[in-house]
């Protein structure tokens, strides 16, 4: 595996908010859901996921920059040399400095602590396995809604990870018992996943509620009526006031984010944006000869402030 400083393309001095910064960029670009069935951006992401799931933990990037583990979390083999090199090795070897060479001491420690000094059993000590993070990006609607998402580690398992409705982002879920193995048998430790969540075409998250900019014709900003509008959960109807100007915001109760735990449901605040569209001559007509009961300015304010 490359470099992850390399691969997430920051200095090995970055911050923990330059490699997020980093990783969310090269999330956008390389999303398997927006490029479907391109296997090289699949590739890049997998490996930008990985690369940002080692530097984002402290512990982690301290070891990798240390050398005590390689770019995919993995400690180095110990050598049987150095082994033999140590105060052990010159201890029992031949030609020892011991007067005698193997001494009763020597003798001692190797074989009493081998079977306990024939006493009694040693007792097995469990230490659980590690804490492993890794890093999914879930779509805008599956951290607002709620989804099962699966995420491939780096050895290859298979997750199906349940996202909770109103997950935000950074949130970090726990997998009990899908982290590092123990050598030994006891518990493995737990994975924790932190969570990034894709853009959105036209919906942005504010806490619980959500806005979106919304697209409607000269002809509905001025008389008024009846439209759909996109909600997180499904189309509904909304009621345009006639005359209402660009950027007149609407508010569609309840339908932000929708109510988890102690948490309400949110708001879905729904902003005007008024489109022309193409030349209309009959428009133009209408606007030369156009003569309003009451005219306004709508740069006053900006030219009272020069």
């Known amino acids: 595996m490359d470099d992850p400083y390399k691969t997430l393309g920051v200095p090995r001095d970055a911050s923990q908010d330059d490699i997020r910064k980093a990783f969310r960029k090269l999330a956008k670009k390389h999303h398997p859901d927006l490029n479907p069935g391109n296997a090289k951006a699949e590739e890049l992401f997998k490996n930008a996921s990985n690369a940002n799931e080692l530097l984002s933990d402290p512990r ?30 010159r201890r029992y070897a031949r030609g020892s400095e011991q007067p005698n060479g193997w001494n009763d001491d020597a003798f001692s420690d190797l074989f009493g602590s081998m079977f306990n000094d024939a006493r009694q ?54 997998l009990q018992g899908q982290g590092g193995l123990c050598s030994n048998g006891g518990p493995s430790g737990d994975a924790l996943i932190e969570i990034q969540i894709a853009p959105h075409l036209f919906f942005t998250r504010d806490g619980q509620d959500i806005r979106m900019d919304l697209p409607v014709s000269l002809v509905e900003a001025v008389l008024g009526g009846q439209i759909q509008v996109p909600t997180p959960t499904g189309p509904v109807h909304m009621k345009i006031v006639p005359g209402s100007d660009n950027g007149t915001t609407l508010r569609l109760r309840g339908r932000g984010v929708p109510a988890h735990g102690a948490k309400p449901a949110g708001q879905l605040y729904v ?16 606007l030369r000869s156009w003569k309003p009961e009451h005219s306004t300015n709508p740069r006053r304010v900006m030219e009272d402030s020069l």
């Open 60 to 89: 982690k990037r301290g070891q990798f920059d240390r050398g005590e583990i390689d770019a995919v979390g993995h400690e180095p083999q110990p050598s049987y040399r150095d082994q033999a090199d140590g105060e052990a090795g």
């Open 121 to 174: 059993p040693a007792e097995a000590v469990y230490v659980a396995g590690r804490d492993e993070r890794f890093s999914l990006t879930a779509n805008f609607l599956s951290a607002v809604n709620g989804a099962t998402s699966r995420l491939t580690l780096p050895d290859g398992r298979v997750l199906d990870v349940r996202i909770p409705p109103g997950t935000s982002e950074g949130q970090v879920l726990r």
């Open 271 to 286: 902003k005007l944006r008024i489109v022309i569209g193409a030349p209309d001559a009959a428009l133009e007509e209408f």
